[in-house]
């Protein structure tokens, strides 16, 4: 790759790792980010040019220097509780300031964009695995600003000859194998670091929505894809994209799921402590079972995610957390 790559959101969870993961190969890359959500030390030493994702003077800064061949765009709102109450701030951001993004890169003709989805695009499955042809039905506006984005890019390939891989993530997990990183959401809302959080003492109880579901413990089904194979298949669609390959939505995921409980036991198994829980009431736009048909991205991109057991995850997971709660 002769041109560098500009990691917008590069401070938060899954762009640190990504720029960890670009730095490991001898990548060049830099990183476009506010901080709004993101944190400084996650870069570990990355090229920053800092600004607000939305104003196009920065926009014009970073992207008029020729340096960047490919845009990777992390810098999504991802609380979907939060996009409920508050919309407008989700419109702006996840729509608005990635059209600005989009924008600024048709004027100085920057034309390879990875853009960070979500499964949250399909809304309530009416199959599951879950493949890529699946109705689009989001249940909330997190989920439809993902789809807005995805929308509009073959818009812009049309116009402006934008090559694009949207790839929907269903349950991002796990840590930096090697310590330096991990998920820092405040709030946190992932099942994975909150359950940590109560075998570390961070948390006091965790709670578990709903011991009722249709599958064979009672309780939610996800598919859990670890942070590191993300960035794998980031690389790779920015790969496809020079070789030619066709712009299109992936999958990401395990194509296998775990239940609550399945993730709890895990976490007393790895952690060696008992998290307390509670169980509560099913959440309204919960589904029961959400696992990704990943074909496409084993197939197309040559995908093949290396860390799939959820012990794994979990440790490593478990490996920041102790981290954090300054037991390690």
């Not at 960890?20 to 980010?33: G, M, Q, T, Y």
């Not at 402590?273 to 991109?301: H, I, K, Q, S, Y």
Request: with cysteine; hydrophobic share 45%.
């Amino acid at each position: 790759m002769s041109n560098s790559i500009l990691v917008v959101g590069g401070g938060g969870y899954i762009g640190s790792h990504m720029v960890r993961h670009l730095a490991e190969r001898s990548l060049p890359a830099a990183v476009l980010d506010d901080f709004s959500t993101g944190y400084r030390d996650a870069l570990l030493g990355a090229e920053l040019l800092e600004g607000d994702l939305g104003d196009a003077a920065t926009l014009d800064r970073a992207l008029g220097s020729g340096r960047f061949g490919c845009v990777m765009h992390f810098a999504s709102f991802i609380q979907v509780g939060e996009s409920v109450g508050q919309p407008a701030k989700y419109y702006a951001n996840n729509v608005a300031n990635t059209i600005a993004l989009l924008n600024a890169m048709a004027r100085h003709g920057v034309r390879r964009f990875i853009f960070s989805s979500s499964a949250a695009v399909y809304g309530e499955p009416e199959r599951v695995p879950i493949p890529e042809d699946h109705p689009t039905r989001p249940v909330n506006p997190y989920g439809r600003t993902k789809l807005m984005v995805e929308e509009l890019l073959p818009d812009y390939a049309r116009a402006y000859g934008l090559q694009w891989a949207a790839l929907r993530y269903f349950n991002a997990a796990g840590a930096d194998p090697a310590g330096r990183l991990g998920e820092r959401h405040e709030p946190e809302t992932h099942l994975i670091p909150l359950a940590l959080r109560a075998c570390s003492g961070r948390l006091a109880k965790l709670t578990v929505f709903g011991e009722d579901w249709p599958t064979p413990d009672g309780t939610c089904i996800r598919d859990y894809v670890h942070v590191s194979d993300l960035c794998d298949a980031h690389l790779l669609a920015l790969r496809h994209l020079e070789a030619g390959g066709e712009s299109r939505a992936f999958n990401l995921g395990n194509g296998g799921g775990f239940s609550v409980r399945q993730v709890i036991d895990a976490a007393r198994r790895v952690s060696g402590r008992e998290p307390a829980c509670a169980f509560a009431a099913r959440r309204p736009g919960d589904a029961a079972v959400l696992v990704a048909d990943a074909t496409a991205a084993r197939t197309v991109l040559g995908w093949k995610p290396r860390f799939d057991a959820l012990d794994t995850i979990v440790a490593h997971a478990w490996a920041w957390e102790k981290k954090m709660a300054g037991l390690a």
